[in-house]
C-alpha cells in the first residue's frame, strides 16, 4: 500500500510540469487528495487540494489560476497541472489521502488527517 508522486523535473520559468499521484495497494476513490511542497529551509506548505468526488477544490493563493488539480478514479490517480512555473515553486511536492474525504481549512484537513503520504518529487524551476 503506498502513494507515489512523479513528474518532477527541471524547468524554466514560464514552463509546464505535471505531476501525478498514483496509488497501489488501495483505491483513492473515497479520499481526498492535497498536493504540499517543502522548499529548502521551509516549512512544508499547502498547494492544493481535491475533494473525494471532486466537485471541491482549494488553491492556495501563490498558484491560484497557474495550477490545476483533478483527479482521474479509473487510473487511480491525481494530477497536478503547474504553469506558467516561477522560481519560487521549487520545492518537493508531496500528496497526500485523507480518508475522510472531504476538504476544509484550505487543505489542512487533508494534512493532518492523511492516511497516507507520498514520497516527494522534486520540482526545480531556472530564471
Known amino acids: 500500500v503506498q502513494l507515489q508522486a512523479s513528474g518532477g523535473g527541471l524547468v524554466q520559468a514560464g514552463g509546464s510540469l505535471r505531476l501525478s499521484c498514483a496509488a497501489s495497494?488501495?483505491?483513492?476513490?473515497?479520499?481526498?487528495i492535497g498536493w504540499f511542497r517543502q522548499a529548502p529551509g521551509k516549512e512544508r506548505e499547502r498547494v492544493s487540494c481535491?475533494?473525494?468526488?471532486?466537485?471541491?477544490?482549494s488553491y492556495a493563493d501563490s498558484v491560484k489560476g497557474r495550477f490545476t488539480i483533478s483527479r482521474d478514479d479509473a487510473k487511480n490517480t491525481v494530477y497536478l497541472q503547474m504553469n506558467n512555473l516561477r522560481p519560487e515553486d521549487t520545492a518537493n511536492y508531496y500528496c497526500?489521502?485523507?480518508?475522510?474525504?472531504?476538504?476544509?481549512?484550505?487543505?489542512?484537513?487533508?494534512?493532518?488527517?492523511?492516511?497516507?503520504w507520498g514520497k516527494g518529487t522534486l520540482v526545480t524551476v531556472s530564471s
Open positions: 497526500a489521502a485523507d480518508p475522510r474525504g472531504v476538504i476544509a481549512g484550505g487543505c489542512s484537513s487533508v494534512y493532518y488527517g492523511a492516511s497516507y
Open positions: 481535491i475533494s473525494s468526488n471532486g466537485s471541491r477544490t
Open positions: 495497494g488501495f483505491s483513492l476513490d473515497y479520499y481526498a
